[in-house]
Structure formats: C-alpha cells, structure tokens
C-alpha cells in the first residue's frame, strides 16, 4: 500500500497572512487539526492547531476580551507556521510515512507530486489502515500468540488454520519476547473459538489471548 492510495484530498490550505483566529476558526469548522500553508500556489509551510492555540494568550492573563482579540487579530499564520517541512510522494510505502512520523512527532506530511501539493497523510489515516489490518470491524475469533521464530512456521499454522475450514480476515506478526519468538495476531471466521484454540496450541510457544471479537 503507497501513500497515495490512502492519502487525504483534496487538501485544505490557508494563505500565510490568514489571522490565527481565522484559522483556528478554520480548522474547527472542518474537523482537521493540521493543513498547509500555500502562498501563489507555493506550499510555504504547515501549521497546526497546537502552534495556533499557542499562539493565544494564557487564560491566565489579566488582559479583557477586547485586547485579546485585538492581540489575536494581529497574529498572522505566517508566525507561528513551520518552515522546514517534512514530505512524502504519492509512491512513498505508507509504513516508510508512518516511520517518519513516527521518528519526528507530527502528526501529517503533505504529499507531493513534481513539487506540487496533491493531499496530506495523517496519523487519523494510519489509524483507519490499522482498523482494515486488524479487522476491527468484522466479527470472528482473535487470536494472540507466541510462536516459534523459525522458517516455515507461519506456514504451518496458516495450513492448519485452513484446512480446519477457518478463512483468514486479518494477521499480522510482531516483536516476540526474544529474538527465538514472533508475536502473531489474527482473526479467522469459519470457526469456533475451541477449534481455533486446539489448533494454536498444538502450534503456540504460548497463547496470549483468544476471544470471539468484536463488533
């Protein structure tokens, strides 16, 4: 899966001389919590609602209503925006975007195509490819277990799995407890909670958990 199959669009922008009221106002009004800013169709910088509320005096500040929302009215998004900014292409493995937003603590990356802003991924995207991984909105049994970290083991129990009649809906593999283990997570229909936990656990180092799940 890329980037660009996942990525939101089109993206909403604001010019740098925007108020950060106005901004803020923005991104309320449309549910974002972060969008680039373009200046003659050049993207300049990004902002968040963080930089922006920062931006606000404290509510602790002897000042009236009045002079904030002067204060405020002065402030432009050309101020508190980011400049040196962190992007990805459209054919950027989605995992590669993940790991740099992971490494860097933000939360988005504009996506680019031949310099020009073509949409935005953000962790909220992340979040909806890892509720398709997991299978989080279908119902089956759920598996948790430790297994082996050899060749052919995953292959073991996926043949079992299938030959018990179980139709696989979602699987991913982890960071076992030490390097002679792997974590697998999985959820299969087609069978009952019992058969599967027969077949784990003539496979298992260990079984985690095992449940019927979830919606």
């Known amino acids: 899966m890329l980037v660009g199959d996942r ?3 089109p993206v909403i922008t604001i010019p740098p001389d925007m108020p950060v009221v106005d901004a803020l106002n923005l991104m309320k009004r449309d549910r974002i919590r972060r969008t680039p800013v ?3 169709g050049k993207m300049v910088g990004i902002v968040s609602d963080k930089d922006l509320l920062n931006a606000s005096p404290s509510p602790a500040t002897s000042l009236s209503v009045w002079e904030m929302n ?5 402030i432009t998004v050309r101020e508190v925006m980011t400049r040196d900014i962190l992007t990805v292409k459209e054919d950027t493995p989605i995992e590669e975007a993940a790991r740099i937003m992971v490494d860097n603590k933000i939360g988005g990356l504009p996506v680019l195509r031949n310099d020009q802003l073509v949409g935005i991924i953000t962790e909220t995207d992340l979040f909806k490819i890892f509720l398709e991984l ?5 119902i089956g049994v759920r598996v948790t277990a430790l297994i082996p970290n050899q060749p052919g083991e ?3 129990l996926t043949q079992a799995i299938s030959s018990a009649g179980g139709n696989f809906i979602a699987f991913g593999t982890f960071t076992g407890e030490d390097p002679t283990n792997a974590m697998v997570t999985f959820k299969v229909t087609g069978m009952s909670e019992q058969q599967a936990k027969e077949i784990i656990n003539s496979l298992a180092v260990e079984v985690i958990d095992i449940r ?3 919606r």
């Not at 002067?70 to 002065?74: Q, R």
């Not at 997991?134 to 279908?138: K, L, Q, S, V």
């Open 212 to 214: 019927i799940c979830c």
């Open 134 to 138: 997991m299978g989080a909105r279908e």
């Open 7 to 9: 990525m939101s669009r």
């Open 38 to 40: 373009v200046k003659d």
């Open 154 to 156: 995953l292959a073991k």
């Open 70 to 74: 002067y204060l405020l009215s002065k």
